[in-house]
């Protein structure tokens, strides 16, 4: 067991010193940085795996596992299979699991491998699900094939999304793809910094740039088919309207909006100031002009 502790304000070390005493036959390193992101933090786990592993898993500090998780991922990779993945169920979504409440994937169209442990053959292609259906991949619920993928690492350049990248190289490689709809993993309430960030914050702005940064790359680092690549536009006009949106609440409730973040966002985006104005005078167009029932109910944004 390899744990990173990226700079966290509660030291990994002393938490895990009660468990080395509690379970002496399990080899626990510690590697301790600079905070430097999740991306930079698996990686420092991955240069860390000794050569003979053949599996690795994630499990971010939040989340836990069902006791079967890790034996159910070895059976279904033992049939040939270079990742896996299972469903899993998010703390504000307890009554549906993610694959459920989603509905981006149907076990019907895939191949039944173990009816026991639900475990199907992935048949399609990940990166259209992905990008055109819907990721259905998370981090913690991954289990895959080191011995073979040694060199894949994550892109430390992108703070959010560097997950979504690890599975789209992992599809260029690969087709081999394997899952359970059993939820196998429970993710926790601890610090989010992607769904953590609030409506009209300046955070929630810097995570929407980390975003166009995302989906413009995956435009420059893949070669997309045109049904994928109009997925990611699709991604970059909803991410460009969040921005307009969160600009626009700030302006109106004399928030101050960081000269450097709308910087950042033109360097990545040239088009910011043609698009933002087309954007914003759409919303003023549809304010002035919907019907006045809708002003009366409608919850303020």
Same mark, same amino acid.
């Given at each position: 067991m390899i744990v990173v502790d990226d700079g966290s304000p509660v030291p990994a070390a002393a938490e895990l010193s009660e468990f080395h005493d509690g379970e002496p036959h399990i080899r626990v390193t510690v590697i301790e940085q600079q905070n430097a =992101?999740? =991306?930079? #933090?698996?990686?420092? #786990?991955?240069? +860390?795996?000794?050569?003979?592993?053949?599996?690795? +898993?994630f499990l971010d500090s939040d989340d836990e596992w069902h006791p079967d998780h890790l034996h159910n991922a070895v059976r279904a990779l033992s049939f040939g299979y270079d990742l896996y993945f299972s469903d899993f169920r998010f703390p504000d979504y307890k009554e549906k699991s993610a694959f459920v409440r989603a509905e981006k994937i149907e076990p019907q169209k895939h191949r039944l491998l173990d009816q026991g442990n639900s475990i199907y053959e992935y048949c399609g292609n990940m990166i259209d699900q992905i990008l055109v259906v819907g990721n259905v991949i998370g981090t913690s619920n991954v289990v895959y094939r080191f011995a073979t993928h040694r060199d894949l690492r994550f892109r430390e350049a992108f703070y959010n999304g560097q997950d979504y990248l690890f599975w789209l190289d992992f599809s260029c490689r690969t087709s081999k793809f394997v899952f359970s709809t059993k939820v196998e993993c429970e993710c926790g309430l601890g610090l989010n910094i992607y769904s953590g960030a609030a409506w009209g914050t300046a955070r929630l702005l810097n995570r929407l740039k980390n975003e166009l940064k995302l989906w413009h790359a995956v435009r420059e680092l893949f070669s997309l088919t045109k049904e994928q690549d109009a997925g990611v536009l699709q991604r970059i006009a909803s991410v460009r309207e969040s921005i307009v949106l969160n600009l626009l609440h700030r302006l109106t409730h004399a928030k101050w909006i960081p000269a450097t973040l709308l910087y950042e966002i033109a360097r990545i985006d040239p088009y910011f100031p043609a698009w933002s104005t087309a954007i914003a005078l759409r919303i003023a167009h549809r304010k002035l002009f919907r019907p006045r029932a809708s002003l009366e109910t409608e919850a303020p944004e």
């Open positions: =992101g999740p =991306g930079a #933090a698996r990686n420092a #786990a991955l240069d +860390a795996v000794p050569s003979d592993v053949t599996f690795v +898993a």
